[in-house]
Each structure stands twice: as structure tokens, then as C-alpha cells.
């Protein structure tokens, strides 16, 4: 790929900051010329500026044409400060992108030139904030001469205390009017009916309810003997170590909510939180949509697309509720049919899940699609909604034949021509593969994975790097190394809330996050875990974002930031985690006017954390030496050191003599030795504990065979002086395999804030050459990422802020690191 010229190439118009932007400048110099030279019919638009977005009537000449005669100014780029985009329809993204716009039918400008005058163009709003949350109100507007006052006069006794309160119950705040997280029952309204809470909550139920299925259970399947008796028999030869089958529910809200709606099967229907269409009004509804029928995706709708532009392609769309009871009862039926037949399950979501199915064929001798057809069948009888099947040789292939099957429908890639049967399949529609990375490979003239395979590795190297070049080329084939994960860990919990976010004071927000940090403890206490590494996660009203949103209450466009902190102890206290919470508010010091989402997240969490292997070896060695006669213990395992010069002192030289300073230690002795030096003993593959060394990852049992097959050496490590209350030993940086620990937290898309923390750990502690070579090493590997990892270039970016940081704080200069990431 052609790298991009240094920014201090000349390009010809330096001085106009590039191309675009010259351009941009001559063509507003243009219109200002021939609008100056051109006789004035009138001022009516004089201080308005337009930016003209697709087909208009009138069209985008004609339009100019009008600001030109009548003051106003033309842009023909949108740009930070044009005021009024000009459209007639726009497509969803651009409506999402353009929310701190304000959008304007074209019929504005044609009707103040014929009143003459400005006319209100909020009514010529193309998209507007109102819904049933926020009706529109509107008064007739009277001469002042028009109305009369009339005057009824009530016997103040007249109405009874039970007459007083029916008028206010009447009155009041109908339900499910829309608050503000100044409201004291917000927060718990939101969780109970926000459409992500309920569906980030279903699918990581899943991946443990599985978890407690695979623990409980003894091994033994009753159903697959039943299987034997219903399905023919039959040996088949496998080419893998793995089967592996994909099911995904055929729109499954949509499917799950139509048993209570039968009367609208066959119609374009859509799952939402808006009430219907009553009112043109529901044309502008910014409320999305989670799940819609075959039939409305005919006329173009798409799941996530704001339910006003899905009315105007499909004006018969029908909108109903969720249901999320019955989605999770019928998802625990879908999960509950399959673990009968086998646990070998990764879950996906409540919709969505893996099967390794290679067990199962060998102790039943069935074919495989036998088995598929009549699970198939299993599911549709006990949930009433269809599913879609793939089966492959690994997941990457189960996924692209799920889509063959897609809907209602089953595909098998097993015995067939694997590279065959990819070549036609789109790049965009391989899984990892995101619009970025798409691009790229359009830009190289790449669109389907045939040309992809035929592409010389080489080249893609040289664009996506080593790694990710290779596990494209080899996706493009159908080949997939990713194992299917059937015992998930949970990694953190948070509480999060990005919606009425709307504070005055900062009292407001201090009662409000007790509230998020007490349903954070309660979450902790239901999973029996405990957390040290506490994150608060901020959205700030973006510079130059409009304060009200395109979606009523929503946060609309924003700046992201966020802070850590490491707790001493592992805690799941709702007073602990809310003073700790408030102090990082603090040190943000953000106005609560500012504030448009708030989340708090605990990580680290307790029973997560994996044991020293490394250390329980050495232990086992030091239990077989304690349990072993004297003098054996003393043949087994001699230290020696060799003489080291003394350090220079002031005072008398120590009287410890050569002779005392080879004395010989056991193993045992090592641990309780102080760490102010550091000897290593002669090692010999005969201390290791084989069952140990069998649970180490690969790489990690070549490092420790490398070492014990090395020469003895001795280091001496000077005391140094205190200069830091961190504690260091979890430091992952300061292991020995800290470059395996951290490659592994990068390609499993863990939480960067450990790596954050212990990078700025290393500048307090001063070990400035160690901080170096990380990240150095940080940005190499990152830089490597696939598209499921990009995230991880903005982690950079901010570990590396983190870490100048602390370098101007302590030595008032940064380090010379590579530089972030675009």
C-alpha cells in the first residue's frame, strides 16, 4: 500500500493547508465575486448559509441561484459552519452523522421568497426531536384585542379533599413519560427497559448458564441413545478434528413476539420501543430498530435503522413491543434442547451459538445432517420459531453457511470443496472483516475471495502486516484456527447509562452515581465476585455538538473519556466503590450540564485471577526437598554463588567471608530470602514437576526448559531506595513472559486498563529503559491487529497519553516513543 507523504511535502498549496481545502476556499471566493457583481433583489438571506445534500426541487442551482440574488451564501462542501443543509430525504447514516445539523426541506427557501420574508424553519425541519415522549405544543396566536376574560367565580369549600386528588392523579405524569437521571426511580426504569441492557444481559447469561451446565454435569447424555434407536446408522469418515455447527434464530424478536401478534404474519413488521404510527410526525422517530421481518427487509429496511426513515421506504410497516420475558424463555428452551445431545456449546447470544458436534457423531455413528434436520424440527415444535443451520469444519466455515441456509433452511460444507465453494462469497461478508479493511482490499481492486485467494501474500503483508495479511488470505480459503470456546470467563462488570443523562448540579450526579455504584455492588454479589480495578467512563456534550439531541434525551455526539484506578483490595462494598468513584469525578472536574452518559466498570475481578503456575512448580519442588532426608535434600539441589566484588561502602568492609557466601540453600530457603538479591541456582529438568509443565502453555514450557539447560549465573541486585508506595508484583510488565501475557490480553481483546496502569506504573517506579521496549513492543504488535481488534489502536493511543504523563510529572520531559496511531 502507498504510504501517505510526510505532512511537510510540498503538495503545491501548502499555504492553503491541501488540496481540499483550496479548492473548498476558490469556490466560496467564486460565488462571493459573481454574488457581488450581481444585482441584490432583496436581503432576505443574508446571514444564512446553505449546504445542498441530493436531489431538491428546487435543485441545487436553482437554490444557489435564489442565495445569490437574495444574500445568503452557497457552500457547496458542508462545512463546521454552514448553518441549514438543504434535503428532501437523506439515507440513515447521514442523518446520524449530520445530528448537530439542522436539516431543512427545500420548500423553505421557496416559501420565504414568496412571503418575502424569513420564515420559521423549524417548521421545514426535515428531521426534528418530537415524539410521544415530547409532543409538539402549540398555541393559536390571538390579537391582544381578541380575547376576553372571563371570570367564574367557586366556592373554595365547593370541592372535597377525594375530588382534589382525582384531579391530581388525572393530571400527573402520564406512564412512561420520559425522565432525566435526576429522577430517583431513572436508573431502575432504564434497566428495566432498555433494549441493550436486556440484550447484553441475555447473552452473557447464557455463556454461564452453560458455564453451570458443563460444571454439574456427569458426563452422560440419556438422548443420545434415544438418537441411536430414531436416526440411521452410519459410519462417517471426518477430515477434522472438529464439526462444528452454527444455529441462528430467523429474526428471533421478530419471531418470538408475532405468537402473541399471529394476525401479522406474512406483513413487514418491526420490533421497536416506538407505540406505532399514528401522526406524519412518526416520520421523524429516532427510535431504532432491533429486529424486523423477511418481508420488511424485501423493501429495504435493515435492523439498528431509525424507525422514521423505515416508514417512509416501507409506509406500511407494522411496529410491535418487546417481550423480553418470552425472548428469554424461549432462548433457555433453545439452549436446554441442544445440551441434551451435547455441552460442547459456545454462546453467542441468546440467538446465537456454536456446537462442536464431533463427540456426539462418533459415540452415535449418525450423519451429521440427519441430526441437524431433526433438531431443527425439535426446536420449531418446543418454541414455535424456525432457525438456520451451518455445518463446516471450523466456525469461520458454520457462519458462511448459515447465510447459505438463511432463513428457515440448513447447509453442509462436510466432504465438499472447501476453496471451491468460497470463491464466490463477498470479502465484506467474511466475520472480522469491517469496512475499514474492506476499503483497503477494494483499493487494491479486491471484492470476493477468489480474487483474494489468487492475491500474492506478499502484498497483503505489506498492507495489513504479517499476521493479519496471512489470516486473511487463509479466511479467504475457509480456514479458521480459532477454536470454539465452551467455558466463558467473566472479565468485568459494569453499570452503564447513556441515556437522559441531563444534571444541573453536581449534587445531582453524586446521587445518581450511588445509585449506579450500588447496582454495580449488587450485580458483583449476585456473580459472588469481587473487583480491584475500579474505571469511571464519561460521554462529554462534544464542542461542537448542539444541547439538544437529535433522539429526545439521547447523548448525541460526544467525547469519551475515562479513569482507573487500582483498589488496594479486591472489594464488592457499594460505599467503597462510591467514595472511590466520586474522587475520579473529581479529578475530572467536567461540569454536570456537560455530561451525556455515565458509566462505572470493575475489573480485576477476584476468582478470575489464574494461578502462578510457575510458582506452584517451584512449590511442589520445595515440598518434595522439605520431605526428603537432610543430606538428599542437600545432593539434590546445591546453590553455589560465585564471588562477587564487594560494593563499595563507607564504614568497615563486611567480615562475610568467600567461604559463608557459598554455603549451601535448599529451594525451600529461596522463598524466604529477602528480595533485596537474587541468586539462581543450578537448575536440571529433574526439579520440574511433570504435571505442572504439562498445564503451561507451550511457549511458556520452551522458556522454562531453555533456563534450566543454561549455565549457572549469579546476579546481585543492589537495594534501591523506596520511591514508590506501588505494589509491583502484579506488574505485569515486571514478569519474565510479560511479552506473552501482554500479546494474549491483545488477540483476546481484553480490557486495556491493566496495560494502561502498569505502563504508568513502570515511569513512577522509574524503569524508564523497561517502559521503552514496551511500548515499543505495544505498537509493533497493535499495529499487526485484525479488524476485530482497532480498538485496540485508540487503547494505544491513550496508554501512551497516560505515560507522557507521567513522565512530564517526573522528570518534566516525554520519552521518545513511536508516535500514535491515525
Known sequence: MKRRPPLDDDNGFAQHGGYMSAKITKLEEQFNTIQSACRQKSKIFEGISIFVNGFTNPSGEELKRIMMEHGGTFHHYQRSHTKFVIASNLPDVKVRTNITRNIVKPEWISDSLKENKLLDYSKYLLYTNKNRAQPQISFKALNKNEYE????????????LQALNDKIKDESIPEGKTGTAVDPNFLEEFLNNSRLHHIATLGSGFKFHINDLRKNHDGIFPEREILKSKLKQSEMKVESSEIVMHIDMDCFFVSVSLKKHPHLKGLPVAVTHSKGRNESEDFTSYSEIASCSYEARAKGLKNGMFVGAALKLCPELKTIPYDFDEYRKTAFILYDTIAKYTLDIEAVSCDELYADLMPLVEECKIEVMDFVTMLRQEIFDKTGCTC??????????????TKEAKPNG??????????????????????????NTAYQLTQLKIETCDQLQN?????????FGKKFGETLQMMSK????????FEQVRKSVSVEVNYGIRFNEDQEVHLFLKQVTEELSKRLKEISKKGKLLTLKLMIRAKDASKETAKFMGHGHVERI??????????DDAIAIQTTVLKLLAAFNIPPYELRGIGVQMSKLDEEKKDNKLLEMFKKVAEKQQNAPIQERIEASPVKIRKISPVKKRGRPSKLSNADRSSNISVADMFSTKKNSRVSAKKTIEMIDPEVLAELPPEIVNEILEEYQMPEEVEEIPEIEEISEEKNDENIFLQSNWRQVTKSLIDNNESAEQIKNDAASLVRIKNIDLIYLVMRFLHRIIEECDDESLAWR?????IAESVQEEMQKIYKKKLSIPKKFI
Open 149 to 160: 376574560v372571563k371570570k367564574e367565580e367557586v366556592d373554595p369549600f365547593s370541592l372535597s
Open 410 to 435: 440448513q447447509f453442509s460444507l462436510l466432504g465438499m470443496n472447501v476453496e471451491e465453494f468460497m470463491k464466490d462469497k463477498k470479502i465484506r461478508d467474511l466475520p472480522g472483516v469491517g469496512p
Open 478 to 485: 475457509g480456514i479458521d484456527d480459532k477454536k470454539l470456546v
Open 388 to 401: 438456520s443451520v451451518g455445518v463446516g469444519y471450523n466456525r469461520l466455515q458454520a457462519r458462511m453457511t
Open 794 to 798: 485508540e487503547n494505544y493511543n491513550e
Open 562 to 571: 475515562s479513569k482507573s484506578v487500582q483498589l488496594l483490595a479486591a472489594t
Open 455 to 463: 492475491l500474492p501474500l506478499q502484498t497483503l503483508q505489506q498492507t
